[in-house]
C-alpha cells in the first residue's frame, strides 16, 4: 500500500510558475513508476507527465511539453512537477499516482494504482 499527499498547488498569474510535490509512504518508492495528472471541472481525468522508477524515463502530455518538467528524489521519497509559463488552461486538480511496483511508465490512467488526494492550481488571466 502506497500513500501519497500532494502539496504546492494555489493561484497564479498567467506567466507565472509553481512546483507541485508529491510525498509517498513506503520504502519502496524507488520500484514504483509515478505520474501527475490533473482534472478540470466537467471534464474526464488527463494525463500530464510520468517518470520511471530510476527518473531516466520522462513522458510529457503535448498540452504541457516544453512547459512542465517531472523530476523525483528516491532518497526523499517525493516526485515534483515544475510548472512554468502556466496558462488558464492549465486550471485543475493535479493528482500524483503510483503504479504497483515494477510496473512500466505509462500515460493512462488505468495504469496507476494509487493516487493522492489533489491538489488544486488555479491560473488566472
Known amino acids: 500500500q502506497v500513500q501519497l499527499v500532494e502539496s504546492g498547488g494555489g493561484l497564479v498569474q498567467a506567466g507565472g510558475s509553481l512546483r507541485l510535490s508529491c510525498a509517498a509512504s513506503?520504502?519502496?518508492?524507488?520500484?514504483?513508476?509515478m505520474g501527475w495528472f490533473r482534472q478540470a471541472p466537467g471534464k474526464e481525468r488527463e494525463f500530464v507527465a510520468a517518470?520511471?522508477?530510476?527518473?531516466?524515463?520522462?513522458y510529457y502530455a503535448d498540452s504541457v511539453k516544453g512547459r512542465f518538467t517531472i523530476s523525483r528524489d528516491n532518497a526523499k521519497n517525493t516526485v515534483y512537477l515544475q510548472m512554468n509559463r502556466l496558462k488558464p488552461e492549465d486550471t485543475a486538480v493535479y493528482y500524483c499516482?503510483?503504479?504497483?511496483?515494477?510496473?512500466?511508465?505509462?500515460?493512462?490512467?488505468?495504469?496507476?494504482?494509487?493516487w493522492g488526494q489533489g491538489t488544486q492550481v488555479t491560473v488566472s488571466s
Open positions: 499516482a503510483s503504479t504497483i511496483p515494477r510496473k512500466p511508465i505509462s500515460t493512462m490512467v488505468d495504469e496507476y494504482a494509487y
Open positions: 513506503g520504502r519502496t518508492f524507488s520500484s514504483y513508476a
Open positions: 517518470i520511471s522508477w530510476s527518473g531516466g524515463t520522462t
